[in-house]
């Protein structure tokens, strides 16, 4: 299953990186060739996440040679965040930057290696919290719903909820 997502994802990015669509049928590559960004864009999840990503200038950094975790929360995580948070961030291009590059870690860290490690030390400059408990893995409490989307420059760790840096 892990396989076919991987592989849907990349499909799916490549196809919106060379038609600009944001969604497509699945591919059959297994090998990533499109960069977080692009899967991100490709996988049509993380539509909020690009958005502010873009809005903060990231686009750049996140798509260079990397490598790069991120631990990228869904269009849904960030449904779950309060419309004034996101208003203010949207305003506070600092504060903003902040919270996004708290959700990156320098290094291809794959879910076998996440699970070793009691925290990570973000592009923020914090520190995020990892956990496993009951066979599921958490990252400064957001849950991992979907580990080890492969991108060309890295690789996202798909979360449930929004992570706030200690501000």
């Known amino acids: 299953m892990k396989r076919a997502l991987v592989t849907a994802v990349a499909g799916f990015a490549l196809l919106a990186a060379t038609s600009g669509a944001a969604t497509a049928a699945p591919a ?13 864009v490709g996988a049509g999840q993380f539509k909020t996440l690009v958005a502010l990503v873009k809005q903060a200038g990231l686009v750049g950094a996140l798509s260079g040679k990397g490598p790069l975790t991120v631990f990228a929360p869904t269009d849904a995580a960030f449904a779950k ?8 961030l949207g305003k506070d291009k600092a504060k903003l930057k902040a919270v996004l590059l708290y959700h990156v870690v320098k290094g291809k860290v794959t879910a076998a290696q996440v699970v070793k490690l ?6 923020e400059g914090s520190s995020v919290a990892i956990k496993v408990k009951g066979g599921k893995v958490f990252v400064g409490g957001a849950q991992v719903v979907t580990p080890d989307v492969m991108a060309s420059n890295g690789v996202i760790h798909v979360i449930d909820k929004v992570l706030i840096p200690p501000m």
Do not use: C, D, G
Request: hydrophobic share 35%; glycine share 0%.
């Open 28 to 40: 059959t590559h297994t090998k990533a060739k499109s960069n977080i960004v692009q899967t991100a």
């Open 118 to 123: 009691k925290s990570a030390t973000t592009l």
């Open 81 to 88: 965040v309060p419309k004034a948070t996101l208003t203010a």
